[in-house]
């Protein structure tokens, strides 16, 4: 059956709002390496094959179809999945390309009982659609997802999808010039504290370099600076909710938690060496990523996609990574060691307007898209990002992507989102401006705190 590509041009159907995180991403997070109350995998991760096991038998012949918002890749999904169906007989699956709208384009498809099979989605619009999806719980190839990886994913204790990548968030490095402030072979394992950062802001400071760099912008600073106060630190998903909770309800203020004056004293530190102190509010990611290839400072605040802006920059043969950012010095604090780790978007399967047999072969497609060697080889080389998949082995062009990748091996990463609840969608923008001004000085910690506090104070409550 021949495949056909749509590409939706749809206007006037109701949307919801989506959750924004970085330019690029939005979405981590368990107390160590998983919440408490996000569902464990208790079986063994089937090892990387050319053709992964299937969830269930599907039908002899069916047709599904698959709508994602991943734009830019189209190429690559339709390879795969004519790769799929070559190796699932019987199953034809329709492409369905967003466009700019691609929100409302998801609605109109429901709207003309046109539900996509499986859609690739941005985690909020998931959760507020969740009536509509099938449970994942239980389903045998999440014992290939790791588990620090299903917060996002997971309503009221079920799983409604699986996430599509993992992005690490932190500090980014250049090892040569680590290397030469140490003198000897940098280990980020060794920064488990405040402490143990500042003394390598000063010895790389003592080498003539720029200890570290801030872009100013809103996105990072409201978004992945800031929203970490709410995060792995604070305890597991309920604690988390019922921590914003309370500051909804004005029971809690900003200023008196440890852990948001942690994260400030933090914040405080990468100000007293940016890069870009004289100017902290240039705000050019360009300019930035260029420092940090050529060693003008030695590290940056971002997040592992990056790689974008520095891959033409660095010199054959330099090497750089990722590291946490410290929040207290207590040493024993994994929160301080683990990786804050975006999962941005994820999979689902529709169950409102798809048959069984349908649904059956949308979890063959989502195993096989996740767990499967080819799938992962392609997404690895495409993306430049670490996949959250037990088996993953593929080769990651990004060595910043690969920092992720092992921290994903090693269990050392935190969800930095949580819950798609959590964070209202514009709190990168709105807050994102109160973080500008406190790194620019024209705010103290009083005033940044209370104006986070009257923030919140305008949002419902978050649902877990």
């Given at each position: 059956m021949k495949k056909r590509v749509i590409s939706l041009i749809m206007t006037g159907v109701m949307g919801v709002a989506l959750l924004t995180g970085?330019?690029?991403?939005?979405?981590?997070?368990?107390?160590?390496?998983?919440?408490?109350?996000?569902?464990?995998?208790?079986?063994?991760?089937?090892?990387?094959?050319?053709?992964?096991?299937?969830?269930?038998?599907?039908?002899?012949?069916?047709?599904?179809?698959?709508?994602?918002?991943?734009?830019?890749?189209?190429?690559?999904?339709?390879?795969?999945?004519?790769?799929?169906?070559?190796?699932?007989?019987?199953?034809?699956?329709?492409?369905?390309?967003?466009?700019?709208?691609?929100?409302?384009?998801?609605?109109a498809l429901y709207a003309s009982n046109e539900g996509p099979t499986v859609s690739l989605m941005d985690p909020i619009n998931i959760w507020e659609n969740q009536e509509r999806m099938r449970p994942l719980t239980g389903e045998p190839m999440l014992s290939n997802v790791d588990e620090a990886s299903l917060g996002t994913m997971t309503f009221n204790g079920t799983v409604y999808a699986v996430p599509m990548s993992a992005a690490g968030i932190g500090l980014l490095y250049n090892k040569a010039v680590c290397d030469a402030a140490v003198g000897g072979d940098f280990d980020p394992s060794t920064i488990k504290t405040r402490s143990d950062l500042k003394d390598l802001f000063d010895k790389i400071e003592a080498t003539g370099v720029a200890a570290t760099c801030i872009t100013g912008v809103n996105w990072s600073l409201g978004s992945h600076f800031l929203c970490q106060t709410y995060g792995a630190a604070i305890g597991d998903t309920k604690t988390r909710v019922d921590y914003i909770n309370s500051i909804i309800s004005g029971e809690t203020k900003e200023i008196d938690n440890d852990v948001f004056n942690g994260f400030m004293d933090t914040l405080d530190l990468l100000i007293q060496y940016n890069y870009n102190k004289n100017d902290p509010l240039v705000g050019d990611v360009n300019l930035d990523a260029m420092a940090l290839a050529e060693g003008k400072c030695g590290t940056w605040m971002m997040g592992d996609w990056a790689w974008t802006y520095m891959a033409d920059l660095v010199e054959d043969g330099a090497e750089f990574g990722l590291m946490p950012i410290p929040h207290s010095d207590d040493a024993s604090d994994v929160t301080n060691q683990y990786l804050q780790t975006s999962y941005a978007k994820g999979y689902c399967i529709d169950a409102s307007q798809n048959t069984e047999e349908q649904q059956l072969a949308g979890l063959k497609f989502i195993e096989y898209i996740t767990s499967d060697s080819h799938s992962q080889e392609a997404q690895a080389k495409r993306a430049g990002q670490a996949l959250p998949f037990k088996n993953f082995s593929a080769t990651i062009d990004s060595p910043l992507g690969n920092s992720?990748?092992?921290?994903?091996?090693?269990?050392?990463?935190?969800?930095?989102?949580?819950?798609?609840?959590?964070?209202?969608?514009?709190?990168?923008?709105?807050?994102?401006?109160?973080?500008?001004?406190?790194?620019?000085?024209?705010?103290?910690?009083?005033?940044?705190?209370a104006d986070v506090d009257a923030y919140w104070a305008n949002q419902e409550k978050r649902e877990y």
């Open positions: 970085c330019g690029n991403a939005s979405t981590s997070a368990p107390a160590a390496t998983t919440d408490e109350n996000a569902p464990a995998a208790t079986q063994e991760a089937p090892a990387a094959t050319e053709e992964a096991p299937a969830a269930e038998a599907a039908a002899t012949e069916v047709n599904i179809s698959f709508y994602t918002t991943e734009t830019g890749k189209d190429d690559m999904y339709q390879e795969l999945i004519s790769d799929f169906e070559s190796k699932n007989p019987g199953i034809t699956v329709e492409y369905i390309a967003a466009g700019d709208d691609q929100l409302q384009q998801w609605m992720t990748a092992s921290y994903i091996a090693q269990g050392h990463t935190l969800d930095f989102y949580g819950t798609p609840s959590l964070y209202p969608s514009d709190i990168w923008y709105e807050c994102g401006a109160y973080m500008c001004a406190y790194v620019s000085g024209a705010c103290d910690r009083q005033k940044l705190a």
